[in-house]
């Protein structure tokens, strides 16, 4: 029975994990608020409370799952992509805890693990299946032949899902991550409002830089005619940007499933907690007879339970990496 201490600091959350023979015991998240106040996630300041809040954030793991550093049998690890800065202090914490307690190193893919997340729940999909991953710097249509062989069919020409919600919110004036704030206010807003443009992007691929622009001529306009307009229609406006970001998800996944044939889908990633999306989806799948999959909240934005289930499949098949294993920041 394998027990995996997992390391999560690709980003802005320091997270670890313990699951034991793929059964998560404990899922630590130490969110980093500080970058709020910047409108976006600063590099350097992430690195700099990646480092002090690691060795709390494991201690806590370890202790929450009632497991002693003696009982580990690995430690996986986020090896990117990410910020460099923020990487570094997991992958070196994670090699050094490793060699210490003289037991393997395991490296997680970070997006792979964002998908492998629908492998928490109590019923998984089946391979090959299909997973939507919409984070906040990845847009990805993945075709997941097994657990290991994973083919990105789709992906983003510009922004992120995430990054036109959060692109958004900052033009409106809404704080750092915008998701679930503009997530928040369209529930009591007219999704039909305004109709935001629809990008014309061939194949499976995305395009969000567009309709974050739609968005600025458009307020610029109505304000220009009412300079109160936001202020009474803030839940309309953000209401009809989420439905359009939606939209133009679903139409895509449709698009993928018929043509890789696929019935078993899945949604993952940071954008996955969207009550929108995660409704349309549902409705979509009803539609199409698709057997749907989300990730409970916990295991949507990034969190270390993810890196643990990845690094728990990657153990079962003893692929362990070196200590000479450096980081990397963009998807290879
Ligand atoms: O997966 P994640 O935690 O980090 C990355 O790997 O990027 O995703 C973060 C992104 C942010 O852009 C955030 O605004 C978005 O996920 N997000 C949401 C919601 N919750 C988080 N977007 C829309 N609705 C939400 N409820
Ligand atoms: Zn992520």
Redesign the pocket.
């Known amino acids: 029975m394998p027990v995996i201490l997992a390391i999560e600091s690709?980003?802005d959350e320091t997270s670890a994990a313990v699951c034991r023979n793929g059964e998560i015991l404990s899922n630590i998240i130490a969110s980093q608020l500080e970058h709020e106040r910047y409108g976006g996630v600063i590099p350097e300041l992430a690195s700099r409370l990646h480092q002090q809040q690691i060795v709390r954030v494991v201690e806590a793991a370890l202790s929450k799952a009632g497991v002693t550093q003696e009982e580990l049998s690995a430690v996986a690890f986020t090896q990117g992509p990410g910020l460099l800065g923020a990487l570094l202090v997991g992958v070196s914490f994670a090699k050094a805890y490793a060699m210490a307690l003289d037991i393997p190193v395991i490296t997680v893919n970070?997006m792979q693990a964002?998908v492998l997340a629908n492998f928490l729940s109590p019923e998984p999909p089946e391979c090959p299946f299909l997973c939507l991953t919409v984070?906040?710097?990845?847009t990805q249509l993945v075709y997941v032949k097994s657990l290991s062989e994973m083919e990105i069919v789709g992906h983003t020409i510009d922004d992120a899902a995430?990054?036109a919600?959060?692109k958004a919110a900052k033009l409106i004036g809404l704080p750092y991550?915008?998701?679930?704030v503009?997530?928040k206010l369209a529930r009591s807003g007219n999704p039909a409002f305004h109709l935001f443009p629809e990008p014309e992007v061939e194949g499976l691929n995305f395009s969000f830089s567009g309709i974050k622009t739609s968005l600025l001529y458009y307020l610029q306009k109505e304000i220009q005619q009412n300079p109160d307009f936001l202020s009474q229609h803030l839940e309309d406006v953000c209401a009809s940007y989420q439905h359009r970001i939606v939209s133009i998800l679903i139409k895509k996944l449709e698009k993928a499933a018929k043509q890789y044939k696929v019935k078993q889908i899945a949604i993952a990633?940071?954008?996955s907690?969207?009550?929108a999306l995660r409704k349309r989806f549902r409705e979509a799948g009803e539609k199409n007879r698709w057997k749907t999959f989300i990730p409970d909240f916990e295991y949507c934005?990034?969190n270390a339970g993810m890196i643990a289930i990845a690094g728990y499949f990657r153990y079962l098949d003893q692929n362990f990496a070196d200590l000479s294993v450096t980081p990397y920041t963009r998807e290879i």
């Open positions: 690709s980003c970070h964002h984070s906040g710097g990845h995430g990054e919600f959060d991550p915008g998701g679930p503009i997530d990633g940071g954008v907690a969207n009550s934005t990034d």
